[in-house]
């Protein structure tokens, strides 16, 4: 930084010359060719951090001016803009440091030939020293996307998978993490917790911005946030995916016409209209839209809830009630066979929704795990997923695993793993149907 304290590492290459209190985040590989073959003395960098993905609401009104409710527009955005300059010349770093040279646009103050440079503009990710919500974003970021820091950091240890601690620290008592996550010497306040990743929790008294505590789980409005989607809809496996996707739901739902209509003529006939059950869902961004599934519970389901709320076995904001009263009989028969289904296939097939993906979710749902939501969201709902194949209705770990597998699948995304999740599925339903039939 410019006017820092400058002492070079042994074996550096390259310096980054950014202004003071300042912070990027850039991909090093569409400028190194730039670097290596480039005449002069250093290159200058325009990043630019940008974001589909951020949304506006507005409040919706009738023709009398009563309002109707809350309307949510994505808009692409421009978060920040910043000059700076890459250079392996170790003269020039001390220079910058210590306030002697500052590269503008035409020449370097007192650098004999070197010619006029048009910045290299790219994108990537900005912070601010001093901000804490920078600098947690930026540490959240590192712990996302950093696989192996012991390869540089000295001094810390892979405790379990995506788990890093220092040396000493100890152990942490009845504490739950779900990876990736650094957590320091600091261990107040964390018993009896969760800590969903990506998180840091440094050697402060400072509390980690992304626990949840089991006992005291309640629901807490996010605001707009900036999210960085995981998978890119240009990247191969993104755009392969949806052809995919497409062509699997269009022959789904050919072959499967007869035993849509066959369904849909025994709801009618035992349990009366509709036949389709229609619920909101959060889909990629945040995006809401309807979720079809074949009806399986009565027509009072909604009222009946309420008065449900001893039954539900679960520890997160789903529910969960063994033998649910409310649902019918050809519903148990339906949901055992996973046939009520079937109807996503036509969310997949207009977008909504991916073959292999995170459990679509409400957004009462989503509001439980700031980190497990912005994880979600960054990737199109599925029809099955991680967690739908290796949840263990354990009591008292079923939202954790739901946490868990999510984060892991939209780490881990690739067509090996979802072909995977794919023939689990198939494997999970035929021993489900063996055991129940």
């Given at each position: 930084?410019?006017?820092?304290?400058?002492?070079?590492?042994?074996?550096?290459?390259?310096?980054?010359?950014?202004?003071?209190?300042?912070?990027?985040?850039?991909?090093?590989?569409p400028v190194v060719s730039n670097l290596v073959w480039n005449i002069e003395a250093f290159l200058r960098l325009?990043?630019?951090?940008?974001?589909?993905?951020?949304?506006?609401?507005?409040?919706?009104?009738?023709?009398?001016?009563?309002?109707?409710?809350?309307?949510?527009?994505?808009?692409?955005?421009?978060?920040?803009?910043?000059?700076?300059?890459?250079?392996?010349?170790?003269?020039?770093?001390?220079?910058?440091?210590?306030?002697?040279?500052?590269?503008?646009?035409?020449?370097?103050?007192?650098?004999?030939?070197?010619?006029?440079?048009?910045?290299?503009?790219?994108?990537?990710?900005?912070?601010?020293?001093?901000?804490?919500?920078?600098?947690?974003?930026?540490?959240?970021?590192?712990?996302?996307?950093?696989?192996?820091?012991?390869?540089?950091?000295?001094?810390?240890?892979?405790?379990?998978?995506?788990?890093?601690?220092?040396?000493?620290?100890?152990?942490?008592e009845n504490v739950t993490v779900v990876p990736p996550a650094w957590i320091g010497f600091q261990r107040e306040?964390?018993?009896?917790?969760?800590?969903?990743?990506?998180?840091?929790?440094?050697?402060?008294?400072?509390?980690?911005?992304?626990?949840?505590?089991?006992?005291?789980?309640?629901?807490?409005?996010?605001?707009?946030?900036?999210?960085?989607?995981?998978?890119?809809?240009?990247?191969?496996?993104?755009?392969?995916?949806?052809?995919?996707?497409?062509?699997?739901?269009?022959?789904?739902?050919?072959?499967?016409?007869?035993?849509?209509?066959?369904?849909?003529?025994?709801?009618?006939?035992?349990?009366?209209?509709?036949?389709?059950?229609?619920?909101?869902?959060?889909?990629?961004?945040?995006?809401?839209?309807?979720?079809?599934?074949?009806?399986?519970?009565?027509?009072?389901?909604?009222?009946?809830?309420?008065?449900?709320?001893?039954?539900?076995?679960?520890?997160?904001?789903?529910?969960?009630?063994?033998?649910?009263?409310?649902?019918?009989?050809?519903?148990?028969?339906?949901?055992?066979?996973?046939?009520?289904?079937?109807?996503?296939?036509?969310?997949?097939?207009?977008?909504?929704?991916?073959?292999?993906?995170?459990?679509?979710?409400?957004?009462?749902?989503?509001?439980?795990?700031?980190?497990?939501?912005?994880?979600?969201?960054?990737?199109?709902?599925?029809?099955?997923?991680?967690?739908?194949?290796?949840?263990?209705?354990?009591?008292?770990?079923?939202?954790?695993?739901?946490?868990?597998?999510d984060l892991e699948y939209v780490r881990r995304a690739s067509f090996l793993l979802d072909m995977q999740i794919?023939?689990?599925?198939?494997?999970?339903?035929?021993?489900?149907?063996?055991?129940?039939?």
């Amino acid at each position: 930084m410019r006017g820092s304290d400058f002492t070079p590492d042994p074996g550096a290459e390259t310096f980054l010359l950014v202004p003071q209190a300042l912070l990027v985040v850039f991909d090093l590989k569409p400028v190194v060719s730039n670097l290596v073959w480039n005449i002069e003395a250093f290159l200058r960098l325009t990043v630019v951090e940008r974001n589909a993905d951020r949304y506006r609401e507005e409040i919706r009104r009738d023709e009398t001016g009563a309002i109707t409710g809350v309307e949510r527009h994505y808009d692409y955005e421009e978060l920040s803009r910043v000059n700076v300059t890459l250079t392996p010349d170790l003269g020039l770093a001390r220079s910058w440091a210590s306030g002697l040279w500052t590269p503008d646009e035409r020449s370097p103050l007192g650098i004999a030939g070197i010619t006029k440079q048009e910045p290299f503009e790219l994108a990537g990710q900005v912070y601010f020293a001093g901000r804490v919500d920078d600098e947690n974003a930026l540490l959240n970021w590192l712990v996302a996307t950093w696989d192996d820091p012991s390869s540089v950091i000295v001094g810390i240890d892979e405790v379990s998978e995506g788990v890093f601690v220092p040396h000493g620290a100890g152990e942490m008592e009845n504490v739950t993490v779900v990876p990736p996550a650094w957590i320091g010497f600091q261990r107040e306040g964390l018993r009896d917790s969760v800590i969903a990743g990506p998180e840091f929790v440094g050697d402060t008294a400072s509390s980690p911005s992304r626990i949840v505590a089991l006992r005291t789980i309640r629901e807490v409005p996010i605001p707009g946030r900036r999210r960085r989607s995981n998978l890119p809809r240009g990247t191969f496996y993104g755009v392969g995916k949806r052809s995919l996707d497409l062509v699997a739901s269009f022959f789904a739902m050919s072959l499967l016409a007869p035993v849509y209509l066959l369904i849909a003529i025994l709801i009618h006939h035992f349990d009366g209209n509709p036949i389709l059950f229609r619920h909101v869902r959060q889909g990629r961004g945040g995006r809401e839209f309807k979720c079809l599934k074949f009806r399986t519970m009565r027509n009072d389901a909604e009222e009946l809830a309420g008065n449900l709320g001893a039954l539900d076995q679960s520890d997160g904001p789903q529910v969960f009630i063994r033998d649910d009263p409310r649902v019918t009989q050809l519903g148990r028969f339906l949901r055992m066979t996973s046939l009520d289904e079937l109807p996503q296939f036509w969310n997949v097939f207009r977008g909504h929704m991916s073959i292999v993906g995170p459990r679509p979710s409400p957004e009462r749902e989503n509001q439980f795990c700031p980190a497990w939501r912005e994880a979600r969201l960054s990737v199109r709902p599925g029809i099955t997923g991680l967690w739908q194949v290796r949840r263990t209705r354990a009591p008292g770990r079923d939202f954790q695993e739901w946490i868990r597998y999510d984060l892991e699948y939209v780490r881990r995304a690739s067509f090996l793993l979802d072909m995977q999740i794919v023939l689990k599925t198939f494997i999970t339903l035929a021993l489900r149907l063996r055991k129940d039939g």
